[in-house]
């Protein structure tokens, strides 16, 4: 990841609270074992949950690596966004499948939900 992109992440992260952009999961960003150790989690588990930058419009469709194109998201649902067929669905439109499905408790294993994650 180039400096700028990490730079636009970090910024990101801290105006996101440290949690993803989407699911509003708690994420990390430095230390996968220090993370998994202090919340519980298997270290499989917590890596799906590391900080990732998440580009709102995908750079297969144009977007930059611009401060205004980049979010926090966990890695879970950075890749489950960008898995779908031919193009992304626009950011608002996949936060809203994943707050319905995390109202139902559906997105992440059950730890993240009964370990106050989300």
Known sequence: ???SLSKYR???YQLQGGRCVYCGVVMWTV?????????GLTLPLARRLQCTAEHLQPRRDGGSDS???????CLACNLRRHKRRRTSPSPEEYRALVRRRVSRRAWHP?????????
């Open 67 to 73: 401060c205004e194109n980049i979010a926090a998201a």
């Open 10 to 12: 970090s910024k990101a």
């Open 110 to 118: 059950m730890q993240v939900f009964e370990r106050g994650l989300i």
């Open 31 to 39: 230390d996968c074992a220090a993370f998994a150790n202090r919340h």
């Open 1 to 3: 990841m180039g400096k």
